[in-house]
């Protein structure tokens, strides 16, 4: 059974960091791309970041420079290491796990950032 549960959310002033986890259930983890998606209230949930199984990472423009991901398959769990925060990342965050046609999802953490 796949299953992801995030932590690490919770309240903090821009420009402060934060560190999400994304742990996983199984020894399935090591086969999975792991994404980190984040949803603003009224916005549609938007793609962060991704890192592939074999540990290539990819981040979107608009976190660029500021958020990093890693995993350890050991803990099997992903790390999204969030620094410089604003505003606008305010969000639920959501992590994912993707293996060819298979997607699973976390029930979210919450991230406020105050001004």
């Known amino acids: 059974q796949v299953q992801l549960v995030e932590s690490g959310g919770g309240l903090v002033q821009a420009g402060g960091s934060l560190r999400l986890s994304c742990a996983a259930s199984?020894?399935?983890?090591?086969?999975?791309?792991i994404y980190w998606h984040r949803q603003a209230p009224g916005n549609e949930r938007e793609w962060v970041v991704v890192?592939?199984?074999?540990?290539?990472?990819n981040v979107a423009d608009s976190v660029k420079g500021r958020f990093t991901i890693s995993r350890d398959n050991a803990e099997r769990t992903v790390y999204l290491h969030m620094n410089s925060l604003k505003p606008e990342d305010t969000g639920v965050y959501y992590c994912?796990?993707?293996?060819?046609?298979?997607?699973?999802w976390g029930q979210g953490t919450l991230v406020t950032v105050s001004s």
């Open positions: 890192i592939s199984a074999g540990g290539t990472p």
């Open positions: 199984g020894s399935w983890f090591i086969r999975y791309t």
């Open positions: 994912s796990a993707k293996f060819l046609d298979s997607q699973h």
